[in-house]
């Protein structure tokens, strides 16, 4: 990343459903690659919205605020994208600085419900150029998006009281016990194609916290999320990896449907960083090892 270039951070704009009201005025975070490792987003205090309206990044490819590229995501969700720190990280954010970068603007984060990535309303609206979420690509979700390449392969997995003896979704029905997923996730509709009626929560932290305190036994969310939770000696002490449930998932980044210029370009961005090793070393940065081809 070159030194000096920014990235901002916002809550959802005054439009948004009344399920994430905004705060007063607008929250800047600003990186400054000299200073920060990569992708690391800084909070400093910010006034007014500051939106200079619609514009053109280079190569002609057209943004919703001039000098922005205006991403919308749902926080948190790590390792894609979460709050650290007093800051915005992840393989998420990271990925699309370089799609910014390219474009020669910075990039602008606003935290939205997750429900409006599945139709698209925040990138038809012109409130975002696209969406960043740790968003599986699916059938469904193409008819109100375009996606661009995969940039993820996903599994999902089970987390389980450690208490139950629970390893497989099989055990967690023949216990009767309550299973929780991230509402509107492909979590949630895996669980519900084996049978089961999940407790549905907003958030990743919320199906965390839906563990802990006793909503649920056992909860169905993709790996690498709960990768990162075990990493917690309480959570590693309390709960237990089950099944790995390969589902064929990959991730994509989304934009608004006929938006072939930044698609594109987000195209262009994974596709370098895969041939320059810089998508291997992010990945190792903010998820692990790459798996390897035939692994």
């Known amino acids: 990343m070159t030194a000096g270039r920014k990235t901002t951070h916002s809550p959802a704009p005054a439009s948004a459903p009344a399920s994430a009201p905004a705060p007063a005025g607008i929250r800047s975070r600003v990186l400054r690659a000299a200073a920060l490792p990569a992708a690391a987003l800084l909070f400093v205090a910010g006034c007014g919205n500051g939106d200079a309206g619609p514009g053109t990044a280079e190569g002609g490819v057209p943004v919703v ?86 940039y993820f392969d996903a599994t999902q997995a089970l987390l389980v009281s450690r208490k139950s003896g629970a390893k497989s979704l099989a055990d967690v029905k023949a216990q009767n016990l309550k299973l929780g997923a991230q509402a509107e996730t492909t ?42 939770w075990l990493k917690d000696k309480a959570t590693a002490d309390a709960f237990v990896l089950g099944d790995n449930i390969e589902t064929g998932e990959q991730y994509g980044f989304s934009v608004k449907k006929g938006n072939d210029k930044l698609r594109a370009a987000i195209d262009k961005a994974i596709t370098d960083a895969r041939a320059d090793g810089t998508y291997e070393k992010l990945y190792e940065e903010w998820i692990g090892p790459l798996p390897k081809a035939g692994s």
Do not use: W
């Open 65 to 150: 605020e001039q000098g922005k590229l205006t991403t919308c995501t749902h926080l948190p969700y790590p390792p894609f994208q979460f709050e650290r720190d007093g800051e915005v990280v992840g393989f998420d954010v990271a990925l699309i600085d370089l799609v910014a970068e390219d474009l020669g603007v910075e990039q602008k984060i606003l935290d939205t419900p997750f429900e409006n990535f599945k139709t698209g309303a925040f990138l038809n609206s012109g409130e975002c150029d696209l969406a960043a979420a740790g968003m599986t690509i699916t059938e469904e979700r193409k008819k109100n998006v375009d996606f661009s390449v995969p």
């Open 187 to 228: 979590g949630e509709s895996y669980a519900k194609s084996q049978g089961f009626d999940p407790v549905a929560f907003e958030s990743s932290d919320a199906v965390l916290n839906g563990l802990r305190t006793g909503q649920v036994d056992a909860v169905v969310i993709d790996y690498p999320v709960v990768r990162g």
